[in-house]
């Protein structure tokens, strides 16, 4: 996939759709890592068909991978 919308990195590492991804995860696992957010985002990306959030995703994943997150 192609970003087409960006945003910037600040917005992304503190966005609320973020927060909320890891608070599901931290409420199902007790605890989370990048490895379980990269994995989440991934398969809701899978499904997106919103572009602009879709490219929320790709961003987010970018910035997790790459761990220039907070």
């Keep these: 996939m192609h970003i087409k919308n ?3 990195v600040q ?3 503190n966005c ?3 927060k909320n991804i890891e608070n599901s995860l931290l ?3 007790k605890t989370v890592d ?3 957010l990269i994995s989440e985002i991934n398969q809701r ?3 997106e ?3 602009i959030l879709a490219d929320i995703y790709l961003q987010a ?3 997790l991978r790459c761990g220039i997150r907070h």
């Design 34 to 36: 990048d490895l379980q």
């Design 27 to 29: 409420q199902e696992n």
């Design 16 to 18: 609320a759709l973020l």
């Design 6 to 8: 960006t945003i910037p």
């Design 45 to 47: 990306l899978q499904i």
């Design 61 to 63: 994943l970018d910035i």
């Design 49 to 51: 068909s919103n572009e």
């Design 11 to 13: 917005f992304i590492a």
